[in-house]
């Protein structure tokens, strides 16, 4: 419990950590408020009709976009031992590293949960704003239940894999830059140019568990996306949870064998 503690009050305390919850919580909001205005000014409708309600509850789905902060909160909880030269005096303090590890990816997935949901929930009262002015259709009603769900079972599994990111890439930089790289850009592109693969693959899931319907065919780009044969939300909400539970083995394990430095 005391362990718990200290991990929690390190988190709290830290400056970063609200800076990443604001920039979550903006970056939520400018999502959700540029999507509308942007289809608008283009003409709309070529790619994402607003008069449907699947394509409005894209717009909503826009909300959702701020997962990466959950990832970087897990990468930092861990990778910060490293950087501040703090691990040797951590593991010292607790011989036992499974119970440092665990800890911290309980931590680092309660924060990642807590940070999503609140920049989803947020994002999404600014989409209602940006789309109030504008004549679309009615979103699907489930969506404000459905979308918040998902922003915590996706922030909890980002905050775990964060962790294993964190003590995998130990030096900080290089973990959030790897991290957003893989997450922001090649996890995209393959689930958009590999749908039979990327389907599977974090991004994937997260459209999934957003309950979609689209089929956005861009024939001068050479790409589409048809979420039609993608998994059932509660299906892809199991993997996003199996992924962390590996990734939280994974994070055990190489703690245990790796010399603390």
């Not at 830059?177 to 592109?189: A, G």
Request: glycine share 8%.
């Amino acid at each position: 419990m005391n362990l718990l503690k200290s991990e929690l009050l390190k988190l709290v305390y830290q400056r970063r950590t609200w800076g990443l919850l604001v920039a979550a919580t903006l970056l939520a909001i400018v999502a959700a408020i540029a999507s509308p205005l942007a289809i608008a000014r283009l003409g709309g409708d070529q790619l994402l009709s607003l008069k449907m309600s699947d394509g409005v509850d894209a717009i909503y789905a826009k909300a959702m976009g701020a997962y990466i902060f959950s990832l970087i909160v897990g990468v930092t909880i861990m990778s910060s031992e490293f950087h501040q030269h703090t691990a040797i005096a951590t593991f010292l303090a607790t011989p036992k590293r499974i119970r440092v590890v665990g800890t911290k990816i309980l931590v680092a997935a309660l924060a990642g949960g807590v940070f999503n949901v609140i920049a989803t929930c947020v994002g999404m009262v600014a989409a209602k704003l940006a789309l109030g002015n504008m004549k679309v259709a009615e979103p699907h009603s489930y969506i404000f239940v459905n979308y918040p769900l998902a922003a915590l079972v996706i922030g909890l599994v980002m905050g775990v894999m964060g962790v294993a990111l964190g003590t995998l890439i130990r030096n900080q930089m290089a973990a959030v830059t790897s991290s957003l790289i893989w997450f922001m850009l090649v996890d995209r592109l393959l689930a958009v140019f590999w749908p039979e693969g990327g389907k599977y693959l974090p991004s994937g899931l997260i459209t999934a568990m957003m309950t979609l319907h689209l089929n956005i065919q861009d024939k001068a780009a050479g790409f589409g996306l048809n979420t039609s044969d993608y998994l059932d939300p509660i299906s892809a909400a199991g993997l996003m949870l199996v992924y962390g539970l590996v990734f939280a083995v994974l994070a055990i394990s190489t703690t245990l064998r790796r010399d603390i430095d």
